[in-house]
């Protein structure tokens, strides 16, 4: 009964590189494969559906690979559905992911992947992922996701402009030509261990808060730093964080877009001065 269970799946997966008929046997995730340690379960199954069989060689590298798409948050279940593949749950029955999680996934995190320089692999076409929505991993139900649906969100762009010692004109003409303004340190790490390279540090503080939130701003700057890495690091330097007046705008579909950046010097009096005027300025 399982052998036909089995074969059936083979039958309707023929574009899977993997055969669901081999042999297949279980292992606990390896640690250093951190992308996949909150998936909620301690054992996958080798070779995964993505034809690796060596944890060391294949699984954990190419894990690792799809680490900085990840740290992006581009989709809530990003990280399940790719351990659903590269570190496959060991029950009874093989889980593929539902073709309507890939295709959701797939809709928001290849723009990401794009900025990153990388397409969307064939390996993950969705058309090899069951269409049918019994025995296998199906996205969270709809009105989950319609939480965020008002919430502004990064988007990959080209890098802001930033502007060293700008005049009090510049900046004020900043302030008033923006949805937001917002004071922000940005830090590259040393040595990132497992962390993000790249880091919103701290509070974040308001000049012009705008259609932001104030407890999701902090998560939705980190985020964008984390799209366009080569911007992340023109715009952060190693070891001490860099502090910005930073302004920008929500376009109409919802997506953020910085537009300047001014590294905030001690010294520097305009940018002091025009956060505290420009309410009073006229636009
Ligand atoms: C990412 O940032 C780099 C460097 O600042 C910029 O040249 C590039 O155009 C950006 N990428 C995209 C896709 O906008």
Not at 107 to 120: E, K, M, N
Not at 265 to 276: M, S
Request: charged letters at 20%; proline letters at 9%.
């Amino acid at each position: 009964m399982a052998f036909l269970t089995l074969l059936t799946l083979a039958l309707l997966t023929p574009g899977l590189a993997f055969d669901l008929g081999q042999t297949t046997r279980c292992v606990p995730i390896p640690p250093q494969m951190s992308v996949c340690q909150d998936v909620g379960y301690g054992e996958m199954r080798l070779p995964n559906f993505l034809g690796h069989s060596s944890l060391e060689r294949e699984v954990v590298p190419r894990s690792e690979d799809w680490r900085p798409l990840l740290q992006t948050g581009c989709h809530p279940q990003a990280a399940t559905f790719l351990c659903s593949l590269l570190a496959p749950v060991c029950l009874d029955t093989f889980i593929q992911p539902c073709r309507s999680l890939c295709v959701a996934v797939r809709d928001s995190c290849a723009p990401v992947l794009a900025c990153q320089g990388r397409v969307w692999p064939e390996a993950l076409d969705c058309d090899r992922f069951p269409a049918q929505e019994d025995m296998c991993l199906s996205p969270i139900a709809k009105h989950v996701s319609h939480l965020s649906k008002g919430l502004p969100k990064p988007a990959c762009q080209s890098c802001p402009v930033v502007e060293e010692f700008p005049s009090l004109k510049k900046v004020l003409d900043a302030l008033c030509h923006s949805d937001f303004a917002i004071k922000v340190k940005l830090l590259r790490r040393r040595a990132p261990l497992g962390q993000p390279e790249f880091e919103v540090e701290g509070r974040v503080e308001f000049v012009r808060q705008g259609p932001l939130l104030p407890y999701a701003t902090r998560n939705l700057l980190q985020q964008w730093l984390l799209i366009n890495l080569s911007c992340a690091r023109s715009l952060a330097p190693p070891g001490r964080a860099q502090l910005y007046l930073l302004t920008g705008r929500v376009r109409p579909d919802g997506t953020l877009a910085l537009t300047r950046l001014f590294p905030w010097h001690k010294k520097d009096a305009h940018i002091a001065l025009a956060t505290r005027k420009w309410k009073q300025h006229k636009c």
